[in-house]
């Protein structure tokens, strides 16, 4: 079995605060933990129902939370191995109901799709490419409103963005994950100017090919898959 211990603190002890928190596995582990989720009471309780119960921070300034998850046997006596982690998404907002903020908190941990389209419009200008969180964009990068209206429009979502640091160094950001595609064969073929790849925002969860990943792209000298 495996624990995990969460700090959850309020910024104002006013207002009530919500949370979820989504198991994630790597390896076999990810279709064991698929739409498995935690509340306060430390149940298990699967995302495509009607409940709309939500952890909730009332009276305290901090929260300690224990989540326990046994691994059951006929998984273990399969073999094979994984890893094991969690997302904590949490909600602090005035006049918010617990069913207003279930909704919105399954929105927050909802991913972004990207397409392979979408990345390849950048093939021959990109010298610099990232994924990033909202919260982790790169210094020296801003909005680009007439990039992002265009992807917008190609994805039929605002969930991303474009920021620039000149023409040619471009990050995709979103408050969400950024899901890749299913099939990234030669998604960054024959980026002949890309140096830098920073993929931290890069969901390859549901990717099931990645052949041909960089082919060609020979000047390509650093990749971040940090988490």
């Known amino acids: 079995s495996v624990t995990f211990n969460l700090k959850l603190k309020l910024s104002s002890e006013s207002t009530d605060a919500y949370y979820l928190v989504k198991m994630n596995g790597i390896g076999r582990l990810a279709t064991l933990l698929e739409d498995t989720y935690y509340y306060l009471d430390e149940t298990i309780q699967v995302a495509n129902n009607d409940n709309q119960t939500v952890g909730e921070i009332t009276t305290e300034d ?3 939370l224990s989540l326990p998850y046994s691994i059951p046997t006929t998984f273990t006596k399969q073999g094979g191995s994984g890893k094991l982690f969690c997302d904590v998404y949490a909600i602090q907002q005035e006049n918010l109901t617990k069913a207003q903020a279930y909704a ?3 929105d927050m941990m909802t991913p972004a799709p990207i397409t392979k389209a979408v990345i390849q419009n950048y093939k021959s200008t990109a010298t610099k490419m990232g994924f990033y969180k909202k919260s982790a964009v790169p210094e020296g990068y801003s909005l680009n409103s007439t990039e992002t209206t265009t992807l917008q429009t190609a994805l039929g979502s605002t969930d991303i963005s474009i920021y620039t640091n000149a023409a040619t160094e471009i990050a995709f950001v979103s408050e969400k994950e950024i899901q890749a595609p299913t099939d ?15 993929l931290t925002n890069f969901n390859t969860t549901n990717t099931t090919n990645m052949s041909s990943l ?9 990749i971040n898959l940090s988490t």
């Open 104 to 106: 919105l908190l399954i």
């Open 184 to 198: 990234c064969t030669s998604l960054f073929q024959q980026f002949t100017n890309l140096t830098q790849l920073d």
């Open 62 to 64: 901090t929260l300690i």
């Open 214 to 222: 960089f082919y060609q792209s020979t000047n390509l000298t650093s």
